[in-house]
T-cell receptor
Framework: NAGVTQTPKFQVLKTGQSMTLQCAQD?????MSWYRQDPGMGLRLIHY???????DQGEVPNGYNVSRSTTEDFPLRLLSAAPSQTSVYFC????????????FGPGTRLTVT | AQSVTQPDIHITVSEGASLELRCNYS??????LFWYVQSPGQGLQLLLK??????LVQGIKGFEAEFKRSQSSFNLRKPSVHWSDAAEYFC???????????FGAGTILRVKS
């Protein structure tokens, strides 16, 4: 049981490049979410999903896309990276039965130059 | 709008000393409150949560928190800090049933021996 895994751990992009941050969980959790963490701002919700085929926007969705084709995977896509997207990104999942017992992945540190 | 304020960005305590981390929230309805801990290079882990009932909540690793509605506070305490408690601590508030937690900016705890 690996929990929530994220790849890559580190990534450097140039402005305008695109990439996908991967997130997978093996706990059969319906709910998954993406946060970004910036110094002095805590975690902010980007997008979330309550099940395969269902996604919704969080607090800071602009510049990011998500899809959820399987229960296990919830990738986050940056379509055209900007320096303002330099951040640490966390994926989390939880069971439907417990609204707040979220399990977090180890994070992806992204730098956009 | 809902918000969480953690007034202390950094706190340093001696090993064995007591600890109190402050959290104040602004929320329009009955708040559900949480404390998470993030060790360096790791994702977040739930320490404890308050939904209703007894205003003093016990969590993992010897932590407790007290909900004070009159002061809109949910401070985290530990009677005797261990070096392994050095980490960043986040307070969060959310609705009764929902998908969106609002996090505070975090407090970095340093433990000196």
């Amino acid at each position: 049981n690996a929990g929530v895994t994220q790849t890559p751990k580190f990534q450097v992009l140039k402005t305008g490049q695109s990439m996908t941050l991967q997130c997978a969980q093996d706990m059969n959790h319906e709910y998954m979410s993406w946060y970004r963490q910036d110094p002095g701002m805590g975690l902010r919700l980007i997008h979330y999903s309550v099940g395969a085929g269902i996604t919704d926007q969080g607090e800071v969705p602009n510049g990011y896309n998500v899809s959820r084709s399987t229960t296990e995977d919830f990738p986050l896509r940056l379509l055209s990276a900007a320096p303002s997207q330099t951040s640490v990104y966390f994926c989390a999942s939880r069971p439907t039965s417990d609204y707040y017992e979220q399990y977090f992945g180890p994070g992806t540190r992204l730098t956009v130059t | 709008a809902q918000s969480v304020t953690q007034p202390d960005i950094h706190i340093t305590v001696s090993e064995g000393a007591s600890l109190e981390l402050r959290c104040n929230y602004s929320y329009g309805a009955t708040p559900y409150l949480f404390w998470y801990v993030q060790s360096p290079g790791q994702g977040l882990q739930l320490l404890l949560k308050y939904f209703s009932g007894d205003t003093l909540v016990q969590g993992i690793k010897g932590f407790e928190a007290e909900f004070k509605r009159s002061q809109s506070s949910f401070n985290l305490r530990k009677p005797s800090v261990h070096w392994s408690d050095a980490a960043e601590y986040f307070c969060a508030v959310g609705p009764a049933y929902g998908n969106k937690l609002v996090f505070g900016a975090g407090t970095i705890l340093r433990v000196k021996s």
